[in-house]
């Protein structure tokens, strides 16, 4: 198996994995059981593609019984609902967070390094990496 780790602390220097390859990767590391409830939770800074600038990062804060994800956007540390929509909600469906519209999937944040617990949101139309985001710990 791929350790895409390296890969997503200096994206400008190699490849990012594709939508297909984050996906096995997703589910090979939660065994297609569970969801790795820990890289869901706190501050990540978000990096590349449509995500902010570095000085952006996101939190993410699982509710409704851990059935939905809300990251609300923040700069420096402070939380900025302006920026994130209100805020950001994501549905889980098997292993995975997504986004939808309309019933319809459209994107999912996938887990793409089990160690770091770095996320990767794909759209649904793409196999490139929308953004990626780190743990802030």
Same mark, same amino acid.
């Given at each position: ?13 190699? =490849?990012?994995?594709?939508? &297909? ?7 090979? %590391? ?7 409830? #820990? !890289? ?9 593609? #449509?995500?902010?600038?570095?000085? !952006? ?14 990251? /609300? ?6 939380? /900025?609902?302006?920026? #994130?929509? %209100? @805020? ?5 469906? =098997? @292993?995975?967070? %997504? @986004?939808?519209? !309309?019933?319809?999937? &459209?994107?999912?944040?996938? $887990? $793409?390094?089990?160690? @770091? ?5 794909? #759209? !649904? &139309? ?12």
């Amino acid at each position: 198996m791929a350790d895409f780790g390296g890969a997503l602390r200096a994206p400008q220097q190699v =490849d990012i994995p594709s939508r &297909t390859e984050a996906r096995k990767y997703h589910f090979a %590391v939660s065994q297609g059981l569970a969801v790795p409830h #820990s !890289a869901y939770h706190g501050m990540h800074k978000c990096h590349a593609g #449509s995500c902010p600038c570095d000085c !952006a990062s996101i939190y993410l804060q699982p509710c409704c019984c851990g059935c939905c994800l809300y990251g /609300i956007w923040c700069i420096y540390g402070i939380p /900025i609902p302006a920026i #994130s929509c %209100v @805020t950001a909600c994501l549905c889980l469906r =098997d @292993t995975r967070y %997504v @986004t939808e519209k !309309a019933g319809i999937e &459209t994107g999912e944040l996938l $887990v $793409v390094d089990e160690k @770091t617990e770095t996320l990767g949101f794909y #759209s !649904a &139309t793409s196999e490139e990496m929308q953004c990626f985001c780190t743990k802030r710990r």
